[in-house]
């Protein structure tokens, strides 16, 4: 998969606003994305994730502010046919076959489909499950086609709403291979996610919001430093004891490998799942 893709930022929010009567979906965000990246978008429930996207994707307009694709609005027509989206409710028609389904939507973007043998093929969606009408699949096609979709026109800039959801262990693993290509052929993924693990596994950094507003956005490393360790201990006479193990705290590690009867211990590394909970705790 390779392509050729513009200097501009392929995301740019500036006080990206969006309001519902009285109720505020996304308030003053401003987020900018550097291309061939992966970038994880989290939040709660309500957070603002999908109003987001869908002012991204053209979707819906903003109340006040800007959502910028390379530098033009998101709903220039140009700019959208660089654009790949997956919804999180991927919707087909039924009666068409996959190859069909496909065949129409790459038509929308002119671009044509230089990606979709690829992409089927790593997500193991082959020839004749394509040639079958979309009602007689499974969810978990369902979510393969939807990927599909999304990348077959080989977009400079990929938009996933929980792309993994009811993929099986094997075509998880190949989903992200197909991220992961996508950002080293020089492209960009921004990708919602309610799986913290599928996140710090494929992302290069996560933009975190909270109310609608923007409450961090650094790499998966910065992020996941702020968690704390998990230490356990085991000695000679069968106990055990566990504590946290707080960045730069190593008095605690240093206690346990100085007693002669300890036989055994792990530190587990702190996670984003942990990061994520103190950071959106911290101002709950």
């Known amino acids: 998969m390779i392509g050729t893709v513009s200097s501009a930022p392929p995301i740019a929010c500036r006080g990206l606003t969006k309001r519902f009567g009285a109720v505020v979906g ?3 965000l401003d987020l900018e994305l550097e291309p061939g990246r992966v970038v994880g978008f989290l ?4 957070a603002g ?4 996207i869908r002012m991204l994707v053209g979707l819906l307009r903003p109340t006040a502010g800007q959502a910028l694709l390379w530098g033009e609005p998101a709903a220039d027509a140009q700019a959208r046919q660089r654009l790949g989206y997956m919804p999180a409710d991927p919707a087909f028609y039924l009666a068409l076959s996959g190859t069909e389904n496909l065949d129409l939507l790459a038509a929308v973007h002119g671009r044509g489909s230089p990606d979709r043998a690829s992409a089927a093929d790593l997500l193991g969606l082959d020839a004749g499950a394509l040639r079958r009408p979309v009602g007689e699949y499974s969810s978990g096609m369902v979510q393969k086609l939807a990927l599909i979709q999304a990348v077959q026109h080989r977009p400079d800039l990929v938009i996933l709403d929980e792309p993994a959801n009811r993929l099986d262990p094997l075509a998880h693993r190949r989903f992200e291979q197909l ?5 080293d052929a020089g492209r960009t993924v921004f990708l919602s ?4 693990s599928e996140v710090q596994d494929v992302c290069d950094s996560v933009a975190m919001i909270r109310a609608g507003r923007l409450l961090a956005h650094r790499s998966v490393a910065e992020l996941s430093d702020l968690g704390t360790r998990r230490l356990r201990a085991v000695f000679r006479d069968g106990m055990t004891h566990e504590a946290a193990l707080a960045k730069g705290d190593m008095a605690p590690l ?20 942990e990061a994520f909970v103190e950071l959106y705790g911290e101002r709950v």
């Open 26 to 28: 996304v308030e003053d």
């Open 43 to 46: 939040g709660a429930n309500g």
């Open 49 to 52: 994730k999908s109003t987001t």
């Open 179 to 183: 991220v992961r290509a996508i950002a």
């Open 193 to 196: 996610s309610h799986t913290l």
């Open 254 to 273: 240093r206690e346990l490998l100085a007693r002669e009867d300890l036989v055994d211990l792990t530190v587990e590394p702190a996670t984003l799942e």
